[in-house]
């Protein structure tokens, strides 16, 4: 009798220690990803870049055609990937204020497992035109 009470009390701590790992594998699968791991994930594909122009004299708006990829790997480097050039390696930082690129910050418009697109707007200084302000548009996709 005491052999039968032994057994089944491990076969009950064995059936509730393994409930508990198959609540906690489906727990960290229902948890929703961090910004971090959804732009670490894969590599984005750079649909499109725009660029506005502003000074006093006017405007302009051109689109960059700019194949290639981004990947931000999670050691905080970021390779960019553009066909005909050589690869460049940055630093990434991502936080509240933005997505910091080697120093350069951009707002994060819109940041999903499949689509990722940064603005950035950088006023300088020109002795023809005078001040110039530039904002960019880059979107990305998987």
């Known amino acids: 009798m005491k052999k039968q009470i032994v057994a089944l009390m491990a076969l009950v701590t064995f059936g509730l220690s393994s409930c508990n790992k198959d609540d906690d594998r489906n727990l960290a699968e229902d948890r929703p990803k961090t910004r971090v791991e959804i732009l670490t994930e894969k590599s984005w594909n750079i649909e499109s870049v725009k660029v506005t122009e502003e000074s006093e004299h006017g405007s302009s708006e051109y689109e960059?055609?700019?194949?290639?990829?981004?990947?931000?790997n999670k050691d905080n480097t970021v390779l960019t990937r553009i066909p005909g050039e050589e690869d460049q390696v940055s630093v990434w930082a991502l936080s509240d204020a933005g997505?910091?690129?080697?120093?350069?910050?951009?707002?994060?418009?819109?940041?999903?497992e499949t689509k990722l697109a940064l603005y950035q707007e950088v006023t300088e200084e020109d002795e023809e035109l005078g001040e110039i302000t530039y904002t960019t548009l880059m979107k990305m996709s998987r």
């Open 64 to 72: 960059i055609p700019m194949p290639g990829t981004v990947t931000f």
């Open 99 to 112: 997505l910091n690129v080697d120093g350069e910050l951009y707002t994060v418009v819109e940041l999903t």
